[in-house]
């Protein structure tokens, strides 16, 4: 079954600094790859996605991720957080096997300090 | 944007209670999703649906759990006989096929008292 890993539950980050969150999973084949955002008492925002082709993908609000199979892993990032990117960050794996499902990781709180 | 709708934002209900938990997708979706997250866990998949019948369903999806599609734009979670360990935050999703991403709703809080 496949599973995801964001290993770290809260990271505080300056404002103006960069930003790295991780994320790593589990599935034996190639897999759907999402990241959303959750802002208190908001529902899940997607961010990006990786389906195939280039590994570096773009998403909105100046988002970015590299998928790295060689490492199983998805990493969020963004060259420069603004305070309003404050919020939980959530990465999950989608299995199409016909019909779809996600799996998420625990989250990544972000804090942005002043 | 079109979005996922979702009502009511809050739900309080004595343990025992039937709860209807309503959901808008977008309007030329096909599939649907209910999904649960537990204060501090993680978001949990609890069932799929398409083409008016339960494509996929995870293990917390049990005989207590039904889900409905009554009219063209409406999509239900009724959970029966309520217990304290239900209440979480409950997500609708929906997207256009099943290999487009899923558009999340803005979640139900449900309380079991």
């Known amino acids: 079954a496949q599973s995801v890993t964001q290993p770290d539950i809260h990271i505080t980050v300056s404002e103006g600094a960069s930003l790295e969150l991780r994320c790593n999973y589990s599935y034996g084949a190639t897999p759907y790859l999402f990241w959303y955002v959750q802002s208190p008492g908001q529902g899940l925002q997607l961010l990006l996605k990786y389906f195939s082709g280039d590994t570096l993908v773009q998403g909105i609000k100046g988002f970015e991720a590299e998928f790295k199979r060689s490492q199983s892993s998805f990493n969020l990032r963004k060259p420069s957080v603004h305070w309003s990117d404050a919020a939980e960050y959530f990465c999950a794996v989608g299995v199409y096997s016909g019909y779809s499902t996600l799996t998420f990781g625990k989250g990544t709180m972000l804090l942005v300090s002043p | 944007e079109p979005e996922v709708t979702q009502t009511p934002s809050h739900q309080v209900t004595q343990m025992g209670q039937e709860v209807i938990l309503r959901c808008v997708p977008i309007?030329?979706?096909?599939?649907f999703y209910w999904y649960r997250q537990i204060l501090g866990q993680k978001v949990e998949f609890l069932v799929s649906f398409y083409n008016n019948e339960i494509s996929e369903k995870s293990e917390i999806f049990d005989d207590q759990f039904s889900v409905e599609r009554p009219d063209g734009s409406n999509f239900t979670l009724k959970i029966r006989s309520t217990k304290l360990e239900d209440s979480a935050m409950y997500f609708c999703a929906s997207s256009g096929s099943s290999n487009q991403p899923q558009h999340f709703g803005d979640g139900t809080r449900l309380s079991i008292l």
């Open positions: 309007s030329n979706h096909l599939y």
